[in-house]
């Protein structure tokens, strides 16, 4: 059973699109966040949520905005794509500090390029 | 300021050569956690280890082993007689608490190369 998963895998799209990448984890976790890793490999949070609400929100441009219908589903959306926001977008999900701050599990990531 | 320093970012090593990679952090609170990732070529994040701050024993892991030290702020892991498939980046990362769930920190990573 795949514990975090992400759709799309690939994402090609042209500036000005919109899209979306969808995340849903399967293991009862609390908390999701979505990343940005640039060329550089450079791991940067972007949101993250616990029960439904944003508790974490980076300098992130409001073109970005995470949606979550329920505890298990952390979707991306993207406004008005930007040649810089191709990236590689991880989700991820955590059990809550209070649980013992367990490790975060990863999805396999959306490769985004904006052409 | 960063609060995970990894200072090394590029590393390459001969095949059965010992490598340590380091990791340095910063926090004020008295309860946090740290972690390493291992990022292979493949492009997933894949846990290697946890410690919480109230456990300074150091962990072995087959060829992997993890000294953390909390005088010196650091958790440097190592890994001894090093193979191929361990050519990847490495990445430490630090939790804080933070409101009503955690935050977490992520080094810039190191690359590690290593040479059959």
């Known amino acids: 059973d795949t514990a975090v998963s992400q759709t799309p895998k690939y994402l090609v799209t042209q500036m000005g699109n919109d899209k979306s990448i969808k995340c849903e984890q399967n293991?009862?976790?609390?908390?999701m966040y979505w990343y940005k890793q640039d060329s550089k490999k450079f791991l940067k949070i972007m949101f993250s949520?616990?029960?439904?609400?944003?508790?974490i929100n980076e300098t992130v441009p409001n073109r970005f905005s995470p949606k979550s219908p329920d505890k298990a589903h952390l979707n991306l959306h993207i406004n008005s794509l930007e040649l810089g926001d191709s990236a590689v977008y991880f989700c991820?999900?955590?059990?809550?500090?209070?649980?013992?701050?367990?490790?975060?599990?990863f999805g396999p990531g959306t490769r985004l390029t904006v052409l | 300021a960063q609060k995970v320093t990894q200072a090394q970012t590029e590393i390459s090593v001969v095949e059965k050569e010992d490598v340590t990679l380091d990791c340095v952090y910063e926090?004020?609170?008295?309860?946090?956690?740290l972690f390493w990732y291992k990022q292979p070529p493949s492009g997933e994040l894949v846990f290697l280890i946890r410690?919480?701050?109230?456990?300074?024993q150091n962990e072995i892991s087959g060829r992997y082993s993890w000294n953390f030290q909390k005088s010196t702020s650091s958790f440097n892991f190592t890994i001894t007689a090093s193979q191929v498939v361990d050519s990847a980046v490495y990445f430490c990362?630090?939790?804080?608490?933070?409101?009503?769930?955690?935050?977490?920190?992520f080094g810039t990573g190191t690359s590690l190369t290593v040479i059959p």
């Open positions: 293991l009862g976790h609390d908390t």
């Open positions: 410690r919480n701050s109230f456990d300074e």
């Open positions: 990362a630090l939790s804080e608490e933070f409101r009503t769930g955690n935050q977490f920190y």
């Open positions: 991820a999900s955590s059990q809550p500090f209070t649980q013992g701050a367990l490790e975060q599990f």
């Open positions: 949520y616990n029960n439904k609400e944003l508790i």
């Open positions: 926090t004020r609170d008295t309860t946090y956690y």
